[in-house]
């Protein structure tokens, strides 16, 4: 073998010397900063009559300040005058996806096959019930040879 290997195989501990191997230790207890008070202390301050200073917290315990995006959405939803739907295939997508598979002789099936789809993917574009879909007209595109009409961007 190579040098490096030989001076391993006759030294073993020279390819680890470098190494930092000082002991960590795990333990259950969360660690409580200096000076944070445990539930006995509290508690007979309470009955002393002492100074105890306690701060609620927002959903404190609950996971609500992650998931509720609720103070995020709340202005856009009262800024929106219509009705809320999500975008559909427009029309001239859905029936140019049609005409274009046709003048290729393709079936919505093998077409499917061709592009590793869902059958019914395909057909909810050309029913135009699906939610439009960038990268997946591009592949329509590239698989039929035709330029697809875009959805209008908000």
């Not at 609620?56 to 609720?70: L, M, R």
């Not at 050309?126 to 959805?151: C, W």
Request: charged share 25%; proline share 5%.
């Amino acid at each position: 073998g190579t040098l490096a290997e030989a001076q391993t195989r006759q030294n073993p501990t020279s390819a680890m010397g470098d190494q930092d191997w000082n002991t960590v230790t795990f333990s259950n207890k969360p660690h409580k900063p200096p000076g944070a008070a445990n539930k006995q202390e509290f508690n007979r301050a309470l009955r002393e009559g002492g100074v105890v200073e306690s701060t609620k917290k927002y959903a404190g315990g609950k996971n609500a300040g992650v998931t509720s995006g609720a103070g995020i959405n709340a202005a856009k939803l009262d800024a929106e005058t219509e009705e809320l739907k999500h975008n559909k295939v427009d029309l001239n997508l859905s029936k140019s996806l049609q005409q274009a598979r046709m003048a290729k002789k393709m079936t919505q099936d093998q077409l499917a096959k061709q592009l590793n789809i869902d059958k019914k993917i395909i057909a909810e574009y050309e029913s135009g019930k699906a939610i439009p879909n960038g990268q997946l007209i591009a592949k329509f595109e590239r698989a039929l040879g035709a330029k697809l009409p875009r959805p209008p961007k908000k």
